[in-house]
T-cell receptor
Framework: AQSVTQLDSHVSVSEGTPVLLRCNYS??????LFWYVQHPNKGLQLLLK??????LVKGINGFEAEFKKSETSFHLTKPSAHMSDAAEYFC????????FGDGTTLTVKP | DTEVTQTPKHLVMGMTNKKSLKCEQH?????MYWYKQKAKKPPELMFV???????INESVPSRFSPECPNSSLLNLHLHALQPEDSALYLC?????????????FGPGTRLTVL
């Protein structure tokens, strides 16, 4: 069995401040892990993926995520939020089949 | 070309209509997917095609009928839909081989059933 829990349904930050979106996973196998972003009425865009190489993964638009096996976590961070980061973020685990978290809505205040 | 295209962008149909959604990719991916996404929810997997054959049907009602005419195209035929079928329908594709391969998503078709 496999599950993904995004610990915050909504996160609100001010522009220029750090972003932290939290994701925990549970899997019988070692899954690959992904973060996707979805802007309103758009498809999903891959931000980054963990493929068992480096535990700190760098993605597009300044986003990073750190894989911590002991904590079964894959949290997404960005040092400085931009207004254009406001969107829905999905954490996804794949060990043969993709399992999506429920999503986190990121709001960025000016 | 790393793009998945979907047509139409928007579709409004009555409950007695027959319509089709189309998805196309030219990345050489041999796995293609249909997802349904309701507002403020994650995508829900509907169908998976591997090497042009249906490999997963997530107990989707028969009013949704997928078709994969070739390795680049994926269709979703719609007939006698219900208002609760209104949603964003997303197509995705990926390589086949291991779970490290990410899925590439299209922009979706916004379907409204009246």
């Amino acid at each position: 069995a496999q599950s993904v829990t995004q610990l915050d349904s909504h996160v609100s930050v001010s522009e220029g401040t750090p972003v932290l979106l939290r994701c925990n996973y549970s899997s019988s196998y070692s899954p690959s892990l992904f973060w996707y972003v979805q802007h309103p009425n758009k498809g999903l865009q891959l931000l980054l993926k963990y493929t068992s190489a480096a535990t700190l993964v760098k993605g597009i638009n300044g986003f990073e995520a750190e894989f911590k096996k002991s904590e079964t976590s894959f949290h997404l961070t960005k040092p400085s939020a931009h207004m254009s980061d406001a969107a829905e973020y999905f954490c996804v685990a794949n060990a043969g089949k993709s399992t999506f978290g429920d999503g986190t809505t990121l709001t960025v205040k000016p | 070309d790393t793009e998945v295209t979907q047509t139409p962008k928007h579709l409004v149909m009555g409950m007695t209509n027959k319509k089709s959604l189309k998805c196309e990719q030219h990345m050489g991916h041999r796995a293609m997917y249909w997802y349904k996404q309701k507002a403020k929810k994650p995508p829900e997997l509907m169908f998976v095609y591997s090497y042009e054959k249906l490999s997963i049907n997530e107990s989707v009602p028969s009013r949704f009928s997928p078709e994969c005419p070739n390795s680049s195209l994926l269709n979703l035929h719609l007939h006698a839909l219900q208002p609760e079928d209104s949603a964003l329908y997303l197509c995705a594709s990926s390589q086949i081989g291991n779970s490290y391969n990410e899925q590439f998503f299209g922009p979706g078709t916004r379907l409204t059933v009246l």
